[in-house]
């Protein structure tokens, strides 16, 4: 199992990870006005990102890079406030690997949540 993790570079220090991403160079969502009190989490975020291209080949990176960590990795992926560019890339990696039979939990340290992705009974 490998953990993803997003976190807000705003927040504190970067934690300790075998891989550290930035979407800081996506669109931010934060900037609209309807989508500032949502989350990455949250589809209309989701589908306002998956509009620009970087997102995906942002994505497509992260998922193919950690495919290829050792298990009890971390992969971390920063915004600037941790709620919605990172929480979304964090999302569909997740969701990705998992589909391709990769163990992932999810973290996303500003949101305060986690979840299991891929892991069997």
Not at 7 to 25: E, F, H, I, R, V
Not at 48 to 64: S, T
Request: charged share 20%; aromatic share 6%; net charge positive.
């Amino acid at each position: 199992m490998i953990t993803l993790l997003s976190y807000g570079l705003s927040k504190g220090p970067s934690p300790t990870a075998t891989l550290l991403y930035s979407a800081a160079g996506l669109p931010n969502p934060h900037t609209r006005p309807e989508l500032r009190p949502l989350t990455g989490q949250d589809t209309r975020v989701q589908e306002w990102l998956e509009a620009y291209p970087a997102f995906d080949k942002l994505v497509a990176r992260v998922v193919a890079e950690a495919a290829k960590v050792p298990a009890g990795s971390t992969v971390a992926v920063g915004c600037w406030g941790g709620r919605h560019r990172s929480v979304a890339v964090v999302e569909e990696a997740a969701w990705r690997l998992g589909a391709a039979g990769v163990e992932v939990r999810v973290k996303h340290r500003e949101l305060t949540k986690e979840k299991g992705i891929g892991i069997g009974p």
